[in-house]
């Protein structure tokens, strides 16, 4: 395709082409030409050649860079950046292309420093070019933990209206998937500066600076006032927000601390600056200590038990102990990433008193036979707490003496809280009764369920008082309190309001209510949306908003991920005489996916068919999701209703089969094999036609979760934005 003459110059010199590289056209065109063919390595290579006749031209400087990070060559990207940035410093491209390049080195700071001047400087002439580097950085700076950094750039490209509003939605998602911390995911605003203030001229220029998204300006401002304004909340939480944006989390979590000191009069904006600063400080160092980190341990099988019918006897042993379990596991996997797989793979359950009762999972143990490289060995992987338990158990059945394997800081850590989250006890398939579940009675995974939730909660209540926790300086939570420090209250605060499972709400609540923290009261707002902050929308009084505002504040806390708020909104609009179908559905959707036990979920799903009624929509997703409880509750009149159901009312709405078959594959139902055994008949053509269901089968919802469109039922990362859907949709 010809090149215009008059379009802007590729290198970001913001010349036309025609009075900036016309003698190069030529040259260009053939580079488009290699790219539109998919050569890009061809392209890269004729660019170089071009820039050895040619030096210093920023098309082709420009075209070499983004060449060389479309090849993944890093290094070379950098020094190329570092080429065009030298010789053409205030080029907008050439900032924005070295920013890339040091995101990508793991330079963060220096890559938010980099693109703040090339937003600058390019005004309001920003470029496709310009458009794809401030994705590149979002998708890096989310990966990387620097969330301020990534939600700063959507917010800007918002703010301009630069790309379409589905490319800012998906970076929006982008953000959201890798995790936004709870107590960052609420924009605050800069505040004006008070009236009688004698810094007001300096203050609303730096004002000014950074919201025109001149950040640099501003920060530089705003650090300046510090000496001038020490005392000001409005001085400190301007710079805050400008720290954030510019991934400096240090600087911003020790504004944020001053913000929290200054205003200690107001309880609840000084708990969520402190929330704001222990998040930032995560954020600047993920590695604090004391942290609890993923270990593995290996130790040599003797050479008698490795030989013969050793490992035969051996897991023989480990077969009868109580204490152990055999897990499944896909040697394809191991052997398509080139390791040798395991001989067999255990779950190793804690031998304390309630191990008889449940017995709470400490680590997973590989068997390892003799291979040409590697000795006969056993292999414990976990928490390290964990593990050294687990070493005991396995100690008493083997003579092996384990050792730590080095793993290069490549295991994960986690904090103390998300250590005790994350417990795990032994799963006894429950015996589902042959006449089925009783109506109004919780079925057998439904008692299961809650035998693991208790122990689950009793522990977390007993051992989080006394444990020492990152965010609390290494302080346990109980010392923190004794000390006046706010940030247990912060993180209890978050818990309660962003929590996405009731039990664990409700365990949040039990623990302030434990550590001796006063309740939180409720706040009266008839416009809580622009009045409340997100952390305490679950506390507003819903009884005086009206119908909109109500509505509104459902949908924003659903969509933020500030479940408790949504919850008593869904509630409170379901109480409401006038409330439409589709807002009753909307509700009800949310208040199912959040439900917890069998019972709960069949009166919300009884309630959401008669609005589907109503609507006279497809109620087919509907059978879907209550075939999947039916399932777990062994009703089998109920789930024989349903599939005749779906036979006679769905069978040639494939989206719909497919979910059934997920649904009766998740059950254990072979259908691909039954299928097979009837010559292509059976369960897979009576449902759904020909062929076998299982074939790219749609993923289904959770237990627990209503399907929708696009979304496949399931519940978002944490942070991630919520799609309600509504019949017609």
Same mark, same amino acid.
């Given at each position: 395709?010809?090149?215009?003459?008059?379009?802007?110059?590729?290198?970001?010199?913001?010349?036309?082409?025609?009075?900036?590289?016309?003698?190069?056209?030529?040259?260009?065109?053939?580079?488009?030409?290699?790219?539109?063919?998919?050569?890009?390595?061809?392209?890269?290579?004729?660019?170089?050649?071009?820039?050895?006749?040619?030096?210093?031209?920023?098309?082709?400087?420009?075209?070499?860079?983004?060449?060389?990070?479309?090849?993944?060559?890093?290094?070379?990207?950098?020094?190329?950046?570092?080429?065009?940035?030298?010789?053409?410093?205030?080029?907008?491209?050439?900032?924005?292309?070295?920013?890339?390049?040091?995101?990508?080195?793991?330079?963060?700071?220096?890559?938010?420093?980099?693109?703040?001047?090339?937003?600058?400087?390019?005004?309001?002439?920003?470029?496709?070019?310009?458009?794809?580097?401030?994705?590149?950085?979002?998708?890096?700076?989310?990966?990387?933990?620097?969330?301020?950094?990534?939600?700063?750039?959507?917010?800007?490209?918002?703010?301009?209206?630069?790309?379409?509003?589905?490319?800012?939605?998906?970076?929006?998602?982008?953000?959201?998937?890798?995790?936004?911390?709870?107590?960052?995911?609420?924009?605050?605003?800069?505040?004006?500066?008070?009236?009688?203030?004698?810094?007001?001229?300096?203050?609303?220029?730096?004002?000014?600076?950074?919201?025109?998204?001149?950040?640099?300006?501003?920060?530089?401002?705003?650090?300046?006032?510090?000496?001038?304004?020490?005392?000001?909340?409005?001085?400190?939480?301007?710079?805050?927000?400008?720290?954030?944006?510019?991934?400096?989390?240090?600087?911003?979590?020790?504004?944020?601390?001053?913000?929290?000191?200054?205003?200690?009069?107001?309880?609840?904006?000084?708990?969520?600056?402190?929330?704001?600063?222990?998040?930032?400080?995560?954020?600047?160092?993920?590695?604090?200590?004391?942290?609890?980190?993923?270990?593995?341990?290996?130790?040599?099988?003797?050479?008698?038990?490795?030989?013969?019918?050793?490992?035969?006897?051996?897991?023989?042993?480990?077969?009868?102990?109580?204490?152990?379990?055999?897990?499944?596991?896909?040697?394809?996997?191991?052997?398509?990433?080139?390791?040798?797989?395991?001989?067999?793979?255990?779950?190793?359950?804690?031998?304390?008193?309630?191990?008889?009762?449940?017995?709470?999972?400490?680590?997973?143990?590989?068997?390892?036979?003799?291979?040409?490289?590697?000795?006969?060995?056993?292999?414990?992987?976990?928490?390290?707490?964990?593990?050294?338990?687990?070493?005991?158990?396995?100690?008493?059945?083997?003579?092996?003496?384990?050792?730590?394997?080095?793993?290069?800081?490549?295991?994960?850590?986690?904090?103390?809280?998300?250590?005790?989250?994350?417990?795990?006890?032994?799963?006894?398939?429950?015996?589902?009764?042959?006449?089925?579940?009783?109506?109004?009675?919780?079925?057998?995974?439904?008692?299961?369920?809650?035998?693991?939730?208790?122990?689950?909660?009793?522990?977390?209540?007993?051992?989080?008082?006394?444990?020492?926790?990152?965010?609390?300086?290494?302080?346990?939570?109980?010392?923190?309190?004794?000390?006046?420090?706010?940030?247990?209250?912060?993180?209890?605060?978050?818990?309660?309001?962003?929590?996405?499972?009731?039990?664990?709400?409700?365990?949040?609540?039990?623990?302030?209510?434990?550590?001796?923290?006063?309740?939180?009261?409720?706040?009266?707002?008839?416009?809580?949306?622009?009045?409340?902050?997100?952390?305490?929308?679950?506390?507003?009084?819903?009884?005086?908003?009206?119908?909109?505002?109500?509505?509104?504040?459902?949908?924003?806390?659903?969509?933020?991920?500030?479940?408790?708020?949504?919850?008593?909104?869904?509630?409170?609009?379901?109480?409401?005489?006038?409330?439409?179908?589709?807002?009753?559905?909307?509700?009800?959707?949310?208040?199912?996916?959040?439900?917890?036990?069998?019972?709960?979920?069949?009166?919300?799903?009884?309630?959401?068919?008669?609005?589907?009624?109503?609507?006279?929509?497809?109620?087919?997703?509907?059978?879907?999701?209550?075939?999947?409880?039916?399932?777990?509750?062994?009703?089998?009149?109920?789930?024989?209703?349903?599939?005749?159901?779906?036979?006679?009312?769905?069978?040639?709405?494939?989206?719909?089969?497919?979910?059934?078959?997920?649904?009766?594959?998740?059950? @254990?139902?072979?259908?691909? #094999?039954? &299928?097979? +055994?009837?010559?292509? =008949? $059976?369960?897979? %053509?009576?449902? !759904? /036609?020909? @062929?076998?269901?299982?074939? #790219?089968? &749609?993923? +289904?919802?959770?237990? =627990? $979760?209503?399907? %929708?469109?696009? !979304? /496949?039922?399931?519940?978002?990362?944490? #942070?991630?934005?919520? +799609?309600?859907?509504?019949? $017609?949709?």
């Amino acid at each position: 395709m010809p090149i215009d003459p008059y379009a802007a110059c590729p290198g970001g010199t913001g010349k036309k082409i025609k009075f900036c590289c016309q003698d190069l056209v030529g040259e260009l065109e053939q580079v488009e030409r290699l790219l539109e063919g998919e050569q890009v390595t061809a392209a890269l290579e004729q660019v170089e050649r071009q820039l050895a006749k040619t030096p210093g031209r920023a098309c082709l400087l420009a075209t070499r860079t983004k060449l060389q990070l479309a090849t993944r060559k890093f290094v070379e990207a950098a020094a190329g950046s570092a080429e065009f940035l030298a010789a053409f410093p205030a080029n907008p491209l050439a900032l924005g292309q070295a920013a890339v390049a040091e995101a990508i080195n793991s330079r963060i700071q220096e890559a938010a420093g980099l693109f703040d001047k090339a937003r600058e400087t390019a005004g309001s002439e920003i470029g496709p070019e310009m458009e794809r580097i401030a994705a590149t950085l979002v998708q890096v700076a989310a990966q990387t933990g620097h969330t301020g950094f990534a939600q700063g750039i959507v917010e800007w490209l918002s703010d301009a209206g630069i790309g379409t509003p589905e490319d800012r939605q998906m970076l929006a998602s982008v953000v959201g998937s890798a995790g936004v911390p709870s107590a960052l995911r609420a924009r605050v605003p800069f505040e004006s500066c008070p009236e009688d203030s004698p810094w007001r001229f300096e203050f609303d220029n730096g004002l000014k600076a950074a919201r025109e998204w001149r950040l640099g300006k501003a920060l530089t401002t705003f650090r300046s006032l510090k000496k001038l304004a020490g005392q000001s909340p409005e001085v400190f939480t301007n710079l805050a927000r400008v720290c954030e944006l510019l991934a400096l989390p240090y600087e911003a979590a020790e504004a944020w601390a001053t913000v929290a000191k200054l205003r200690h009069a107001d309880h609840d904006t000084a708990v969520e600056a402190t929330g704001r600063a222990m998040a930032l400080e995560t954020e600047a160092d993920q590695d604090r200590s004391p942290v609890i980190p993923l270990i593995r341990v290996a130790g040599p099988l003797p050479a008698e038990v490795a030989s013969g019918d050793g490992l035969d006897l051996l897991e023989d042993r480990f077969r009868k102990d109580g204490r152990l379990e055999p897990a499944p596991f896909e040697r394809s996997e191991w052997v398509s990433r080139g390791a040798v797989p395991p001989r067999s793979v255990w779950r190793v359950y804690d031998a304390g008193p309630e191990a008889a009762k449940l017995g709470r999972l400490l680590a997973t143990l590989l068997v390892f036979g003799r291979q040409t490289d590697r000795e006969a060995e056993l292999v414990l992987q976990g928490f390290q707490p964990d593990v050294q338990d687990a070493e005991g158990v396995v100690a008493g059945l083997t003579t092996v003496t384990f050792e730590r394997l080095k793993d290069g800081g490549k295991l994960p850590l986690a904090t103390p809280t998300t250590w005790l989250l994350s417990t795990q006890f032994r799963m006894v398939t429950p015996a589902v009764p042959t006449a089925g579940t009783p109506p109004g009675e919780l079925g057998p995974l439904d008692l299961l369920l809650d035998v693991q939730r208790e122990a689950l909660w009793s522990r977390f209540d007993a051992l989080w008082p006394d444990t020492p926790l990152p965010e609390l300086l290494g302080k346990t939570p109980r010392q923190a309190i004794a000390d006046g420090d706010p940030r247990v209250e912060a993180l209890i605060v978050e818990g309660e309001a962003t929590s996405r499972r009731p039990d664990a709400t409700d365990a949040w609540i039990r623990m302030r209510e434990k550590l001796g923290l006063r309740a939180a009261a409720p706040i009266a707002s008839t416009n809580p949306l622009e009045e409340v902050p997100p952390m305490r929308w679950h506390r507003v009084a819903l009884e005086g908003l009206d119908a909109a505002e109500l509505r509104g504040l459902f949908l924003m806390a659903a969509d933020a991920g500030f479940d408790l708020a949504a919850e008593r909104a869904a509630t409170a609009i379901l109480a409401r005489p006038d409330a439409a179908p589709e807002e009753r559905w909307e509700a009800l959707s949310f208040l199912e996916e959040r439900a917890q036990g069998s019972v709960r979920k069949l009166e919300i799903i009884a309630e959401l068919r008669a609005i589907v009624a109503e609507l006279k929509a497809n109620d087919g997703m509907i059978d879907v999701t209550e075939l999947r409880i039916r399932l777990q509750r062994g009703d089998q009149a109920e789930t024989m209703r349903l599939l005749d159901h779906l036979r006679r009312e769905h069978s040639r709405d494939a989206r719909i089969m497919e979910a059934v078959a997920e649904v009766l594959m998740e059950a @254990g139902i072979d259908l691909p #094999g039954l &299928a097979a +055994a009837r010559a292509g =008949g $059976g369960a897979a %053509t009576t449902l !759904g /036609g020909s @062929g076998s269901p299982g074939a #790219g089968a &749609a993923q +289904a919802a959770p237990a =627990g $979760g209503i399907w %929708t469109p696009g !979304g /496949g039922g399931q519940a978002p990362p944490q #942070g991630e934005k919520k +799609a309600i859907w509504t019949p $017609g949709s």
